[in-house]
């Protein structure tokens, strides 16, 4: 079954000729779209900002999880603590001290690792690759792995279950935009793969479907001398992005997007310049995201739109609401402290709604619905 969607360009009332720029005198705009930020929208002008809820009752709520109190260890990815998910993704918080004593395989979908805190190097069939923080590894489904820290590591996983992790199409910006796949890093045959190979049986332990099969070698698996193809892991670090912007424009997080799924998207916010125009809002705006579900972890830096936000932090509004700046980033909005973003953050939006594990519930900032309900509340006492 295919269509069109019904896509009539109008307007009503009073509005903005330009989305995000010049909005009506005391108006405050909310984006109400489909499909993400890749799909039609309408922006709405409103008299008072869309998030001016005093209370809230029920399970569909703004929610945060503090997942640097995640803080048991782990022997290796497999028992990584599980944030949230569905059927086409799951986010685990994983922490590794030691050099890992056996092998991994991921054969429900690819691996994303995200390395928040820590370094080391990364040992795989195709070959040895150092890593640090702010790297992203793309491990392909059935990747054998295994990593030695040469400081302790923090590390988000985004599984794509039973998928593959792809490059978003740059359209007219070209394929050197954001990131030219130049800076895409791959394994080496190098020394330290040759010195790797202690010989000793070992074990793979191998995810699929859910469950857990441990394999043992008599010999180290990872022997591989060479190979050629075009199917490997690749290392990205946030550093190498360089993100599209406008100084008249407020682009959407789409223009950020590092990496697809089949059902998700992963996007990468790093530090740039705040747009100059005197009309338009240097804070990202309302938005009711009514397909997504979105989840955004907060690297390093402040994050611009959000009081209280500190790295570590993991955020999750799923859809049903408008979300977008706090009051205090609000009350900047056309008139920013600072001349740019400071915050490292990864983001993933997803098209089905994710479950939130009791990991994450036994974390959650329990106040955070009132990021914007406390002083919407103080406000109406105040008038």
């Known amino acids: 079954m295919s269509g069109n969607w019904i896509a009539l360009p109008k307007s009503e009332g009073r509005a903005a000729r330009q989305a995000h720029a010049d909005m009506p005198e005391g108006t405050y705009e909310r984006e109400f779209g489909r499909e993400g930020f890749f799909g039609p929208a309408t ?56 050099a890992m004593d056996h092998l991994v395989r991921n054969a429900d979908g690819d691996e994303l690792i995200f390395v928040h805190e820590g ?6 069939d195709f070959g040895h690759m150092s890593f640090r923080d702010g790297d992203y590894i793309v491990l392909p489904k059935t990747t054998t792995w295994r990593i030695e820290p040469s400081a302790p590591v923090t590390a988000l996983l985004i599984e794509a279950t039973n998928d593959s ?51 043992t070698y008599p010999y180290y698996p990872l022997d591989a001398v060479g190979w050629q193809g075009n199917v490997m892991p690749v290392k990205l670090n946030w550093r190498d992005i360089r ?9 959407p997080p789409s223009a950020h997007c590092t990496f697809l799924g089949g059902r998700f998207v992963v996007c990468t916010f790093v530090p740039r310049p705040f747009e100059t125009d005197p009309g338009v809002m240097k804070v990202p705006y309302f ?38 700046p706090q009051p205090k980033a609000l009350a900047n909005a056309y008139n920013p402290k600072n001349p740019g973003t400071e915050e490292v953050a990864v983001m993933v939006d997803t098209r089905d709604p994710l479950e939130v594990s009791g990991e994450a519930e036994a974390v959650e900032v329990a106040d955070y619905v009132d990021a914007w309900g406390a002083a919407n509340k103080r406000a109406q006492a105040a008038e």
Do not use: C
């Open 43 to 98: 922006q709405i002008y409103h008299r008072r900002p869309p998030t001016g809820w005093v209370e809230w009752e029920g399970p569909l709520r703004p929610r945060a999880f503090d997942l640097n109190k995640i803080d048991a260890v782990q022997a290796g990815p497999l028992e990584a603590r599980p944030v949230v998910g569905n059927a086409s993704v799951q986010l685990r918080f994983w922490r590794q001290a030691e």
């Open 119 to 124: 370094a080391g190097d990364l040992y795989t």
């Open 165 to 215: 992790y792809r490059l978003p199409d740059r359209g007219p910006l070209g394929n050197h935009a954001v990131y030219d796949p130049g800076v895409l890093e791959t394994p080496k045959i190098d020394e330290a793969h040759e010195a790797s190979q202690a010989e000793r049986p070992w074990r793979i332990r191998i995810k699929a479907r859910g469950s857990i099969s441990t394999v």
């Open 243 to 251: 993100p599209v912007m406008s100084h008249r424009y407020h682009v």
């Open 287 to 324: 938005h009711s995201n009514n397909d997504y579900d979105e989840v955004l972890f907060l690297h390093a830096g402040n994050f611009f739109s959000r009081d209280n936000a500190y790295p570590g932090i993991l955020s999750f509004h799923p859809a049903g609401f408008p979300h977008g």
